[in-house]
């Protein structure tokens, strides 16, 4: 389940994601992600991971696919996560992230305010 965070705003757009997402959820959070950078040309997210947090494979792939094509118009991920296999992955991904010019952080959920601040700066 994919949950959009009251946070949100303008270019800088949070969500919650907890059990396996669908396709159809994966279609509109897409969706959301579109608009906002019809909006704004780039945009930032926060994105609050729960420890249960899948992907079917067909949404899994369609969300690679956006990344792919929309690379250019991310700006900065904050993955909030008390998970320290993600923390890990993020760390090996972040130098990558940012040759293609995207700010890519790990924040532990009790630093969710801080995760705000950066996403937000």
Known sequence: ?????????????GFEITGKVTLEEEKEWIGKFNDAIEKHGNVSALIILGDEASWSVKAGIED??????????????ALVSDSKVLE????????????????????????IDDAWLWVKD
């Open 88 to 111: 890990w992955l993020v760390s090996m991904d972040s130098p990558f992230a940012k040759m293609v010019g995207i700010g890519e952080k790990h924040f532990e959920l009790s630093e």
């Open 1 to 13: 389940m994919i949950t959009e965070l009251p946070e949100s705003e303008g270019s800088v757009l």
């Open 64 to 77: 690679l696919k956006w990344v792919v094509t929309y690379m250019k118009s991310l700006y900065k991920i």
